[in-house]
């Protein structure tokens, strides 16, 4: 079983439009979690950790489940330069090595 | 904020040589850098830990001998890909450790033919 395993998409969705996804985890001690972006060909950049509680920063709004090991992001009001794909990261031991899964493409038309 | 380089970005070599690919951190020190492989619509596999003074530790499955990494100063470790194969194609990035957050190379894209 894959440590972090994500529902690859893609998800095509309009400008202006909501969509979330999730993601689920293996390891139940794992310590922290966040989501990156990665665009195509390029490096993946940290868009937000994932606290308990659930945290938000601007349109993006990400949950964590502990006890069903899932996280989510919500995406709101869509824009164009949301198209990417999106990463969900656990650091099992809190030790920097991460476990990425292998993204979520999300699409935003005209 | 923090950056960190790769070199190169993108490196074509035959079957059989061996490459080296470089991460620096550019305005910060780093005492751990990992090494982490992209094949394309996969995930970011960690390859291994590179300690500065001290030897790589590397994932279950990633060979040390092909994969040699060398940490020789707190803003450089190097990556060598030895006798490259077309199975080694892929995408390899680095990231840093700086401020207590983990800053990522912007990749290099080794094609081995």
């Known amino acids: 079983r894959k440590e972090v395993e994500q529902d690859p998409g893609p998800f095509n969705v309009p400008e202006g439009a909501t969509v979330a996804f999730n993601c689920t985890y293996s390891?139940?001690?794992?310590?922290?979690f966040f989501w990156y972006r990665q665009d195509c060909r390029k490096e993946p950049k940290l868009l937000m950790s994932?606290?308990?509680s659930g945290n938000e920063d601007g349109r993006f709004t990400a949950q964590l489940n502990r006890a069903s090991q899932y996280i989510s992001l919500l995406i709101r009001d869509s824009k164009l330069s949301d198209s990417a794909t999106y990463l969900c990261v656990v650091n099992p031991l809190g030790d920097y090595k991460l476990s990425f899964g292998a993204g979520t493409t999300v699409t935003v038309r005209a | 904020g923090a950056v960190v380089s790769q070199h190169p970005s993108r490196v074509i070599c035959k079957s059989g040589t061996s490459v080296k690919i470089e991460c620096r951190s550019l305005d910060f020190q780093a005492t751990t850098m990992f090494w982490y492989r992209q094949f394309p619509k996969q995930s970011l596999m960690l390859m291994a830990t590179s300690n500065e003074g001290s030897k790589a530790t590397y994932e279950q499955g990633v060979e040390k001998d092909k994969f040699l990494i060398n940490h020789a100063s707190l803003t450089l470790s190097t990556l060598t890909v030895t006798s490259a194969h077309p199975e080694d194609s892929s995408f390899y990035i680095c990231?840093?450790?700086?401020?207590?957050?983990?800053?990522f190379g912007p990749g290099t894209r080794l094609t081995v033919t």
């Open positions: 390891n139940s001690a794992s310590q922290s």
């Open positions: 990231s840093a450790i700086g401020h207590s957050e983990q800053y």
């Open positions: 994932v606290y308990s």
